[in-house]
């Protein structure tokens, strides 16, 4: 039998990859898991108008819809694979890619002011200040977690100061207007509802420390699949183009999904929501950075680690999206 060249093996080895059924041919995408979130509009748009689907089903390629409670949940999915793209606020990715979760950031689907801290309507609270010593619910690995610690800080204070009832959003709402706990770091649409339902009040606002909704991809999934991230962008642009521009039927999509009444929904996406972003850019990066350093300072980043590194190594700003 004659010797084979080394060379001349591995040639033989590259052509079988590329063989259909071959013993290394890498499988073909047959669904793309993403998630849809009450935080994330857009991604109600995109979910109730099929526009993934109508995009994939030349493919072959099925979508897989999976609701996320919070920055928390989507992570936890993406650190799984249980989910390939997943909605979060900037500062909690930023912290997840420091704890070790393999994402990358690659755009923004809206500029909220979608927490603040929130007490009931006959609270003595008036200030951060008054925090000392009240239970306060709240979200770890969010942004209205990150929102309490930054706003903690400014006031000279840290979570040690307060006792912490570690509740999703929801249940955080309902704590609150039960008496259980003192103070709530909420998020919309729970927040817009408790405002107008039961008088709660937002003690303490600061858009700025409101870090970008941004939409994550696992990083192996964009090294394996760009084209397809590109075209999931593509069509993400297109449903959040559509938001701005069909307002009444965002709101009843919305209420729909949510079983929330108009005003509610009025309060979360006309007066606390901006959709007119898409890139990562300059202003998404200075936020996500400055509420890292913020973490920092208060000691939920370990002092060692190199926050604008790790911002670089997150974000992934070379998918190409539609020109506006």
Same mark, same amino acid.
């Given at each position: 039998?004659?010797?084979?060249?080394?060379?001349?093996?591995?040639? !033989?080895?590259?052509?079988?990859?590329?063989?259909?059924?071959?013993?290394?041919?890498?499988?073909?995408?047959?669904?793309?898991?993403?998630?849809?979130?009450?935080?994330?509009?857009?991604?109600?748009?995109?979910?109730?108008?099929?526009?993934?689907?109508?995009?994939?089903?030349?493919?072959?390629?099925?979508?897989?819809?999976?609701?996320?409670?919070?920055?928390?949940?989507?992570?936890?999915?993406?650190?799984?694979?249980?989910?390939?793209?997943?909605?979060?606020?900037?500062?909690?990715?930023?912290?997840?890619?420091?704890?070790?979760?393999?994402?990358?950031?690659?755009?923004?689907?809206?500029?909220?002011?979608?927490?603040?801290?929130?007490? #009931?309507?006959?609270?003595?609270?008036?200030?951060?200040?008054?925090?000392?010593?009240?239970?306060?619910?709240? #979200?770890?690995? #969010?942004?209205?977690?990150?929102?309490?610690?930054?706003?903690?800080?400014?006031?000279?204070?840290?979570?040690?100061?307060?006792?912490?009832?570690?509740?999703?959003?929801?249940?955080?709402?309902?704590?609150?207007?039960?008496?259980?706990?003192?103070?709530?770091?909420?998020?919309?649409?729970?927040?817009?509802?408790?405002?107008?339902? %039961?008088?709660?009040?937002?003690?303490?606002?600061?858009?700025?420390?409101?870090?970008?909704?941004? !939409?994550?991809?696992?990083?192996?999934? !964009?090294?394996?699949?760009?084209?397809?991230?590109?075209?999931?962008?593509?069509?993400?642009?297109?449903?959040?183009?559509?938001?701005?521009?069909?307002?009444?039927?965002?709101?009843?999509?919305?209420?729909?999904?949510?079983?929330?009444?108009?005003?509610?929904?009025?309060?979360?996406?006309?007066?606390?929501?901006?959709?007119?972003?898409?890139?990562?850019?300059?202003?998404?990066?200075?936020?996500?950075?400055?509420?890292?350093?913020?973490?920092?300072?208060?000691?939920?980043? %370990?002092?060692?680690?190199?926050?604008?590194?790790?911002? %670089?190594? !997150?974000?992934?700003?070379?998918?190409?999206?539609?020109?506006?």
């Amino acid at each position: 039998m004659p010797m084979i060249s080394r060379r001349a093996l591995a040639g !033989l080895i590259a052509i079988w990859t590329l063989i259909p059924g071959g013993a290394y041919a890498a499988e073909p995408l047959k669904e793309i898991h993403i998630d849809w979130a009450t935080y994330n509009p857009v991604s109600m748009i995109l979910k109730q108008k099929g526009l993934l689907e109508k995009e994939f089903a030349k493919d072959g390629i099925s979508i897989v819809w999976v609701q996320s409670a919070g920055s928390n949940k989507a992570l936890e999915f993406l650190n799984a694979g249980s989910i390939d793209f997943g909605s979060t606020a900037g500062s909690a990715a930023l912290v997840a890619r420091i704890n070790g979760n393999p994402i990358k950031s690659i755009y923004v689907y809206s500029r909220p002011e979608w927490t603040a801290l929130v007490t #009931t309507k006959d609270s003595t609270i008036k200030t951060v200040a008054d925090l000392r010593g009240k239970r306060v619910a709240v #979200t770890r690995g #969010t942004d209205p977690h990150i929102f309490l610690v930054r706003a903690l800080l400014g006031a000279g204070m840290s979570e040690k100061d307060i006792t912490p009832v570690l509740l999703q959003h929801p249940d955080g709402k309902t704590a609150l207007i039960r008496g259980d706990v003192d103070a709530w770091a909420g998020l919309d649409p729970m927040m817009a509802q408790a405002e107008i339902e %039961d008088g709660a009040r937002l003690f303490f606002r600061d858009p700025a420390a409101n870090t970008w909704g941004i !939409l994550n991809v696992r990083e192996q999934f !964009l090294k394996d699949n760009p084209d397809v991230v590109r075209r999931v962008l593509a069509t993400y642009e297109e449903a959040r183009k559509y938001s701005l521009a069909n307002y009444d039927d965002l709101k009843k999509t919305f209420m729909t999904i949510t079983k929330l009444p108009g005003n509610v929904v009025d309060k979360q996406l006309k007066e606390r929501t901006e959709l007119t972003h898409n890139r990562i850019g300059a202003p998404q990066r200075e936020s996500i950075l400055a509420a890292g350093l913020a973490l920092q300072q208060a000691g939920v980043i %370990d002092a060692k680690v190199d926050v604008k590194a790790a911002l %670089d190594s !997150l974000i992934d700003d070379q998918v190409p999206l539609p020109t506006n």
